[in-house]
């Protein structure tokens, strides 16, 4: 059992990883570094997603209940995000972390062309519903499984790219792209844990504590995003997908 002092320092940086969860995605980018110091790579993951499940379920139901889910492109999404969420950890559980530094200076360009991306969408404004191209599920459909499958290999920013599929190519307004994608991102979460579980790699005291924080800091980041609205959602999206370039580059 991790000593008290530590596991309540745990437990503030899971607070505010599912805070910054339920806004924008990149909760990991807070939780993980701490806890890869205390429990190292083999237990770190296994706990990061106890917390990030009931993190994810917070923010989900805040956002259901104010009909910010679009649940056509959830039902399509989420069992795919499941599955390959759960086939990523147990490639990582496999290799263990080798193969996750070959694809992390891909995602870093991909975070960097990201966090470009919603500040000029801040600068343009939302475009009307009627300006945006069509939708187009099946190629996001496709993208939801390769997210799914880094969620569980690599992890930190899922919730991110999950925001550009469903705004992109499911051609959701903001909020409504945030929400659905906490429905995903809930998916990919629980596959990977799954994994995690079977393999009977969670500290379930550390974890149980962390899921805690993280659920009340995503009940409460759910809430501002709802009342803040669109641009705010927009430039925390930037500014963690900045900050994830750099953590994916240095990690």
């Given amino acids: 059992m991790t000593e008290l002092p530590v596991l309540l320092g745990l437990a503030a940086a899971a607070g505010l990883a599912g805070f910054v969860d339920a806004i924008a995605g990149g909760g990991g980018l807070i939780q993980m570094p701490p806890l890869l110091a205390v429990l190292g790579p083999e237990w770190a993951p296994g706990v990061n997603k106890v917390a990030s499940v009931c993190g994810t379920t917070a923010a989900t139901v805040r956002y259901a209940n104010h009909g910010c889910v679009r649940w056509k492109a959830a039902a399509l999404a989420a069992p795919l995000a499941f599955a390959f969420g759960l086939a990523g950890t147990v490639s990582y559980l496999r290799f263990v972390k080798e193969a996750a ?10 975070f960097l062309a990201l966090a470009a ?6 600068v343009r404004r939302e475009a009307p519903q009627a300006e945006r191209p069509p939708p187009s599920p099946w190629i996001g459909a496709a993208f939801v499984a390769v997210i799914g499958a880094y969620d569980g290999f690599v992890g930190p920013g899922t919730g991110m790219f999950l925001f550009w599929t469903f705004s992109t190519w499911f051609a959701l307004p903001a909020l409504l792209a945030t929400g659905t994608t906490k429905v995903v991102n809930l998916a990919s979460n629980a596959g990977a844990l799954c994994a995690f579980i079977a393999r009977g790699a969670v500290l379930w005291p550390e974890g149980l504590a962390l899921a805690a924080a993280n659920l009340v800091g995503g009940w409460l980041g759910a809430r501002t995003a709802i009342r803040r609205g669109v641009p705010f ?7 963690v997908s900045a900050a994830a370039s750099v953590y994916l580059l240095l990690a």
Avoid: D, E, S
Avoid at 101 to 110: D, G, K
Avoid at 117 to 122: K, S
């Fill in 101 to 110: 530094h070959l694809v992390r200076p891909l995602f870093a360009l991909c």
């Fill in 117 to 122: 991306q919603q500040v000029v969408r801040v």
């Fill in 233 to 239: 959602i927009r430039l925390v999206t930037a500014a």
